[in-house]
């Protein structure tokens, strides 16, 4: 859609709207391309004319519509003249073209009968094997009268629900036209990045925002990104986050502007497992009743949804029972239509999960990513793809029990488990017998009457032919890792540079805004995240008085090696830092074994200090109760958590709930074989292997941790930061400007620093 009342569609939009199959089914083989592919083989051998344009355009319903398509294969030097549509018929053949497909094709003709004044058309549907080879074909002869019949019947209906659509975004723009911004004043630095936003959407470009805590984020990014949708500069806003508890910012800034006249639809898209309302999530019309004649029933719900105000998460599991509707997929349609999609970074990024029907033509959509320092690990996991043969012996063993050893399935496990076994440790590239073992065992899996299995091995056999695909066309942007125990192979497809993903990823969009407290050094977070020279960056100040914070560093070896030696000074500068004001502080250390290390001493040397352990695997409901203890009174308390867990990002401890955060050592990842790869690789790109590899994304987590301090501008508190590296300049130039950090040299100096900054 372009305008208020224009529509620009494609054939093949304008077909599935009205045709389809009623049910959700379960996935198919990752293999997307093999149709494009069947396609190209088939032109190639054709004597006809090959990706022949055609567009209609004309009013329908007082709308300007315009339908465009493409022919396959068009035969103009017969009489009648024949168009081809293809399609990949992966086994058997059919007795009747699909109707879809059947209706795709006399769509085409018509749009070329229109356009060269024929009369008569033939109308074919053939149906090719991967290599592009005919199994079945069905040339219909029609007349123009018939053709235009079927056009305008499908075109006719798309077009109505169209102008449902139309009206309900002609009532948000009204809203957008008067709503102000959602505070009384602009926080310093807050219109600027507003105003920053706003160019980078009207211009399609990227832009790279350093935003410190309570600088007033969600609602600078979010209300010039709704003024450009007033405008019709895009179409969608997309507010993408790295985890659920980020949305909360980006939902509340919405829900105030709400309340102040903002008539929007938002939605927030769910993880499937999160939403399913069955016992099980077997997403097969066999067994959910939800996915038997979903397709059939979601027409009503998307229109009932057009009238609901909002569209919140129970707002969406109230539709979903109403129609008996998979809440999930359902959610996918709604957000083809929504104004605001907020969801996982994964819906844009992940080739295995993105949101196809939004971003494989992404029409004016802009793109917000909050905590984008977790881009590029989040990506490369989106991108990398492992097999490990003990994982498949263990599914082959169960499935052997349940369902025999005779099966199709059972047999390409045992196949797939030889290849693995055998592969060579030292292989730079990927044996053709493993791709075709994965294959087919994806596709025994998948064999139409084939029972459901559960667990998690078909998606990993997904992932891995997906990262196996982007191997061949990019080997240089991977790494094969095949690590061995016993007669094991773990072969692992790991993706070292996730630039050009990112890059064309964010190519077509109408905005990229890249933001995160923590995203120095800015310029070369934005080559590492698909930037250009001429997509801006901009560093937003502090909004707090600086003195409000007192930064200490104190020079102490927390190498690997040194740390059984250092664990006492460790312990004397915490100890130190907390009993010169206690109050509610956290401690974050590199491992669970460190943590372990210094809680030991501490324990045993001050059995008075009120120490609270994280512990490894905390679920939900352990996570709210740990949080508890910092926020249910004043007692002083020392949390002792680990530095990149889920205790160091995203949570929110202001005024006494938090007065001061101490982070051991500078975070740096493990060194392993993958970050040994990456290393290597930002080298060649870069020219600063260790940097990328391994100081900046050590130092995100750091800044993340040493930022849960002052969250407002009343709070006042202490970040402490032990490691002698932070006196090197290479570490201290990333620490922010308004970290006007004191060096110590004595864990007695602590408690001095201290004790002066609270007075
Ligand atoms: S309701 Fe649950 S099991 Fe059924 S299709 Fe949806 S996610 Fe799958």
């Given amino acids: 859609m372009t305008g208020e009342r224009n529509l620009v569609i494609s054939v093949r939009t304008m077909v599935e709207f009205s045709i389809f199959g009623p049910d959700i089914v379960p996935s198919s083989r990752v293999d997307m391309d093999a149709g494009s592919r069947a396609h190209r083989a088939r032109q190639r051998e054709s004597q006809m ?11 329908r319903q007082g709308v300007s519509v315009k339908v465009t398509g493409r022919i396959d294969l068009l035969d ?11 399609k990949l018929l992966r086994s058997g053949v059919l007795v009747e073209p699909y109707v879809a497909h059947r209706a795709q094709a006399m769509c085409y003709a018509y749009m070329l009968g229109v356009r060269d004044g024929y009369t008569d058309l033939i109308a074919s549907v053939v149906y090719v094997d991967e290599l592009g080879r005919e199994r079945c074909a069905f040339p219909e002869p029609h007349d123009m009268a018939a053709l235009e019949a079927r056009f305008f019947d499908l075109l006719d209906a798309y077009v109505s629900w169209q102008m449902l659509i139309m009206d309900s975004k002609a009532m948000r723009d009204q809203s957008l036209q008067s709503l102000p911004f959602p505070y009384a004043e602009y926080r310093p630095g807050q219109r600027e990045l507003a105003m920053q936003v706003y160019t980078a959407i009207q211009r399609g470009k990227r832009l790279y925002v350093s935003v410190p805590t309570g600088a007033g984020k969600s609602a600078a990014v979010l209300y010039p990104s709704l003024k450009a949708l007033g405008a019709g500069i895009n179409r969608q806003v997309f507010y993408l986050t790295a985890r659920t508890t980020a949305r909360r910012a980006a939902l509340s800034e919405l829900e105030r502007m709400r309340a102040q006249g903002l008539c929007l639809h938002a939605l927030t898209i769910n993880a499937r497992d999160k939403v399913c309302p069955q016992d099980q999530v077997r997403c097969d019309p066999a067994y959910c009743p939800r996915a038997k004649g979903h397709y059939d029933r979601q027409g009503a719900a998307l229109r009932e949804a057009l009238t609901w105000p909002s569209w919140d998460t129970e707002d969406v599991l109230a539709l979903s029972d109403r129609h008996m509707l998979c809440p999930f997929e359902f959610s996918l349609a709604l957000c083809e239509i929504a104004d605001v999609v907020i969801c996982d970074y994964n819906y844009a990024f992940d080739p295995m999960v993105f949101l196809r029907r939004v971003f494989q033509s992404p029409g004016r959509v802009t793109l917000l990513m909050d905590e984008a320092h977790n881009l590029p690990h989040r990506v490369r996991d989106m991108l990398s793809g492992s097999l490990d043969s003990a994982a498949v012996t263990a599914f082959r063993r169960e499935d052997g029990k349940r369902h025999g050893r005779k099966t199709q399935v059972y047999r390409a496990a045992t196949q797939l488990i030889k290849t693995l076994r055998a592969m060579d440790p030292d292989a730079l590239e990927l044996p053709d017998a493993l791709l075709a073992a994965a294959n087919d065992l994806v596709d025994a899996l998948t064999e139409p009457g084939t029972p459901f299995r559960e667990g998690t091995l078909f998606s990993d ?31 692992r497809l790991f993706c070292l540079n996730v630039t050009r993903h990112l890059q064309e990823s964010t190519r077509r969009m109408q905005g990229s805004v890249f933001f995160s407290a923590t995203l120095s050094p800015l310029t070369s977070m934005r080559d590492l995240l698909g930037g250009q020279e001429d997509d801006a960056c901009f560093d937003l100040p502090s909004p707090f008085p600086p003195e409000h914070l007192l930064v200490l560093g104190l020079p102490v070896n927390t190498r690997y090696v040194a740390r059984d030696d250092t664990a006492q000074q460790v312990a004397e500068a915490i100890r130190a830092l907390f009993l010169a004001h206690p109050g509610k502080y956290i401690v974050y250390f590199p491992s669970y074994a460190y943590l372990q290390l210094v809680l030991a001493l501490l324990s045993e040397q001050w059995p008075e200090l009120q120490l609270l352990p994280q512990t490894g695997g905390m679920g939900d409901t352990q996570r709210e109760a740990y949080l508890a203890h910092f926020t249910r009174d004043d007692a002083p308390l020392l949390g002792l958590c680990v530095l990149g867990g889920v205790f160091s990002e995203g949570i929110d401890l202001p005024g006494h709930a938090l007065i001061g955060v101490c982070v051991v050592g500078v975070g740096l990842p493990q060194v392993n074989r993958e970050q040994e ?41 202490v970040v402490l ?6 006196f090197q300049g290479a570490y201290a130039r990333l620490l ?24």
């Fill in 461 to 491: 056999l997904l992932g891995f032919l997906m990262a196996a695909r982007r191997v061949q066309e990019a080997p240089e942007d991977y790494r094969i890792l095949t690590s061995q125990s016993a007669k094991d192979r773990v072969v």
């Fill in 677 to 717: 790869a990456l290393a290597e690789h930002f080298d060649a790109m870069f020219a600063d292997g260790f940097g990328y590899a391994y100081r900046y994304p050590g130092m995100h987590k750091v800044l993340q941790a040493a930022g849960r301090v002052i969250r407002s501008e009343t709070d006042r508190g």
């Fill in 736 to 759: 922010p400007p308004h970290y006007q950090m004191k060096m110590l040299n004595h864990p007695a100096m602590v408690g001095e620093e201290v004790r002066a900054f609270w007075a």
């Fill in 721 to 726: 930061l032990l490691d002698d590296r932070y």
């Fill in 76 to 86: 103009e030097t017969i009489q009648p003249p024949r168009i081809e549509e293809i």
């Fill in 49 to 59: 004319r090959g990706e022949v344009s055609v567009a209609w355009q004309g009013e």
